[in-house]
């Protein structure tokens, strides 16, 4: 079956940077994209970039553009999030999410991953 | 930018009752790229609709979507117990994905 499995809750320092891993299994990983969104603690949901399979090609949400990277390890079926310059407002649950390429909708989710930005 | 605003911010209903939730964005888009998700405390989203009005895989039929253009609505027909959470709906335009702030619909 499909599994996104995330990489465990994290804490960081202010300036610090973050990156979370979402393992894919149980399905064609050639005809999905995978995306990052995160959710701040009682906030709604934010899209912050994607990865597209068909050549690993990544965009970017604006507010995000230079301090966010998406990368794709082909050979484990792991997709990485690495966000630098963290700030307290960067404290949120992070999840990576699977769209079926060029669907432009969300269909299976990771289970997140909290990561709490403290000093 | 298009901005998706939702309505009510809060809903309160009984088991049972019908549920209308509403969508509405800034600008006309299209319905092709028009999805709503369930959100219970605690956990991941779930896709409920796509495309506007397609019910994704395992989804009841209780719920439904509609809409086009700026207006889209996700009609929940009779609610069960396991409906009560907070539903987002999002749109894709110009190689940004964007949510609206959600709706939650607690028991009343």
């Known amino acids: 079956q499909v599994q996104l499995v995330q990489s465990g809750a994290e804490v960081k320092e202010p300036g610090a940077s973050v990156k979370v891993s979402c393992k894919a299994s149980?399905?064609?990983?050639?005809?999905?994209?995978m995306n990052w969104v995160r959710q701040a603690p009682g906030q709604g949901l934010e899209w912050m970039g994607i990865?597209?399979?068909?050549?690993?090609?990544?965009e970017y949400a604006q507010k995000f553009q230079g301090r966010v990277a998406v990368t794709w390890d082909t050979s484990t079926s792991t997709v990485y999030m690495e966000l630098s310059s963290l700030t307290s407002e960067d404290t949120a649950v992070y999840y990576c999410?699977?769209?079926?390429?060029?669907?432009?909708?969300?269909?299976?989710w990771g289970q997140g991953t909290l990561v709490t930005v403290s000093s | 930018e298009i901005v998706l605003t939702q309505s009510p911010g809060t809903l309160s209903l009984s088991p049972g009752e019908r549920a209308t939730l509403s969508c509405r964005a800034s600008?006309?888009?299209?319905?092709?790229?028009l999805a709503w998700y369930q959100q219970k405390s605690g956990q991941a989203p779930r896709l409920l609709i796509y495309?506007?009005?397609n019910r994704a895989i395992g989804i009841p039929d209780r719920f439904s979507g509609s809409g086009s253009g700026t207006d889209f609505t996700l009609t929940i027909s009779r609610l069960e117990p396991e409906d009560f959470a907070v539903y987002y709906c999002?749109?894709?335009?110009?190689?940004?994905?964007?949510f609206g702030q959600g709706t939650k619909l607690e028991i009343k």
């Open positions: 999410a699977r769209e079926l390429n060029d669907d432009y909708f969300f269909d299976f």
């Open positions: 149980g399905y064609a990983l050639s005809s999905y994209n």
């Open positions: 990865i597209k399979s068909s050549a690993g090609k990544t």
């Open positions: 600008q006309s888009v299209s319905s092709r790229f």
């Open positions: 495309g506007a009005s």
């Open positions: 999002q749109q894709y335009d110009i190689s940004q994905y964007i």
